[in-house]
């Protein structure tokens, strides 16, 4: 029998949180095995770093040029002809999704053969004035509200604790049992997948959490563990803005300024806290899959759609180029050796979100569609010599702070669409980003060489973006480009 397939997915979570990279304080017993008994790949990108293109990339192994979402719209439908679950259903798999999808309609398989969702606080489908737009209020398509409602009450709610959905700075801890968290619930759901599977057929299941995308609302015992450590402080660029005199902070959903300290530190604590809580929940599954006899013949994946600023540069959430936002965790482990990886070592390699679908797809031996442009890693994994890609290309629309950027993991170039603005960075001696070198003269020919591969990149883009000779600043971006519109 074909191996069994786990896709792992976490929401948010940077990809320096774990403790086999030497975290200074993020425990991750589980995920450092998981590590261990595979490839971890030190240079993992999203190239569109937010919640929806992410996924797109995951679930279609497409370039966001190629599946169109370039940025972040929620209400587009997805009707790609190939995804991941879908191409191992027609090879003969049990496929099963748990936890968040954020996929439209709400309810869209995708492939799978059945969705237990929960995708957390979705506004479109909450906002009250929605209710008589039959098409967008999907908000009974969650289910996990209606089983926390009937084990904690009728008037429980996702908002009970007072956060704010997209809020990075403001943290309570849970306040209700452990059993009824949604990171609990996803593995809970998880596990009973295990037993109520179809046992003649291998599966593929995607586990996939919220956390640690806020709420900030760990249970006590994990918070209990951060909240009085002494924890890293947010590195900040030479570049970066220092002042905040619109006193942007003091919110609670902040994307840049200056959060008071004590709050910061809450929120810090409070986020690597989800983390460890996802690390240990995924521990109780990977014991119930040894007590399902099923551990030793699968194949796992642990992957983000993207990270999360967490206070660095000043900046916070997602959506943007740096490390802390657009690098993400990619571990592919192998417990039973059936892929035969060589094991407990890392991959410097720069791999990307789309990468994931022909992956999985080549670790279960079934054919990989033409439209896919991602490649498998797992000859990178076995140590092989071949020709990889020399960077990637990565985007998203942000207002004044909307960009390109490419990365071969050891350095990265930066344009702002909008102002012109150029960074450069020598990842290799500034992880952090902190010293930009788009204005120093002894980088002049890498600044060139880095500029000419995004206008080859961006040549004939509709947006406009160049002439296929300069970079042209001020052009409105997209987020979805036309030809997904047009078959929408």
């Not at 593995?187 to 179809?198: A, G, K």
């Not at 809580?277 to 983000?304: A, C, P, W």
């Not at 991602?374 to 990637?392: F, H, T």
């Not at 050891?410 to 020598?426: A, R, V």
Request: hydrophobic share 35%; proline share 6%; charged share 25%.
């Amino acid at each position: 029998m074909k191996p069994n397939v786990v896709l792992i997915m976490v929401d948010q979570m940077r990809a320096d949180c774990l403790s086999i990279l030497d975290h200074p304080v993020v425990d991750t017993p589980n995920l450092d095995q998981l590590a261990r008994q595979g490839v971890l790949f030190k240079n993992a990108f999203s190239a569109t770093p937010t919640c929806v293109p992410a996924r797109a990339a995951v679930l279609t192994g497409m370039a966001q040029t190629s599946n169109g979402r370039v940025g972040y719209v929620d209400k587009v439908p997805w009707d790609y002809e190939h995804t991941l679950p879908g191409e191992l259903a027609k090879a003969g798999y049990h496929t099963q999704a748990v936890g968040k999808m954020h996929v439209y309609p709400t309810r869209n398989l995708c492939g799978f053969h059945n969705v237990v969702l929960h995708d957390g606080y979705m506004h479109y489908s909450r906002f009250k004035h929605n209710i008589l737009e039959a098409d967008s209020f999907n908000y009974s398509g969650d289910d996990y509200l209606p089983w926390l409602k009937q084990q904690a009450g009728a008037k429980a709610d996702l908002n009970d604790l007072g956060l704010d959905c997209n809020s990075s700075t403001v943290t309570r801890p849970w306040h209700l049992p452990d059993a009824l968290h949604p990171t609990n619930w996803v593995v809970s759901e998880s596990i009973d997948f295990l037993r109520r599977r179809d046992p003649r057929k291998p599966f593929f299941l995607k586990m996939s959490f919220v956390r640690p995308h806020p709420p900030f609302d760990p249970p006590q015992a994990f918070f209990d563990m951060y909240k009085d450590v002494d924890l890293p402080e947010p590195v900040i660029g030479d570049w970066a803005e220092t002042e905040d005199d619109e006193r942007h902070g003091f919110g609670p959903v902040v994307l840049k300024g200056i959060v008071p300290k004590n709050r910061l530190k809450r929120a810090q604590a409070a986020y690597y806290a989800l983390i460890t809580h996802i690390d240990y929940q995924i521990g109780r599954f990977l014991n119930s899959m040894q007590e399902h006899g099923v551990l030793k013949n699968t194949v796992f994946l642990f992957v983000s759609d993207h990270g999360e600023m967490l206070g660095d540069h000043n900046q916070f959430s997602k959506a943007l180029p740096y490390e802390g936002s657009a690098k993400v965790p990619f571990i592919l482990s192998d417990p039973g050796n059936i892929l035969n990886v060589e094991k407990n070592r890392t991959v410097e390699d720069v791999v990307e979100l789309r990468d994931v679908m022909p992956t999985l797809l080549d670790a279960a031996q079934v054919e990989i569609p033409n439209c896919v442009d991602g490649q498998s890693v797992l000859p990178l994994c076995a140590n092989e010599k071949m020709k990889w890609r020399d960077y990637i290309h990565g985007e998203h629309p942000r207002g004044i702070e909307s960009h390109h950027y490419l990365t071969n993991g050891k350095e990265k170039y930066i344009w702002y669409s909008q102002t012109g603005e150029e960074q450069l960075f020598n990842l290799i001696e500034d992880s952090g980003e902190t010293v930009n070198l788009a204005g120093n003269i002894e980088y002049k020919n890498r600044l060139k060489y880095w500029r000419e591969l995004l206008i080859n990149e961006l040549k004939g883009r509709e947006e406009g973006y160049t002439d296929g000779v300069s970079l042209i600043k001020g052009r409105e971006p997209k987020a979805i480009l036309s030809h997904l519109m047009s078959q929408s």
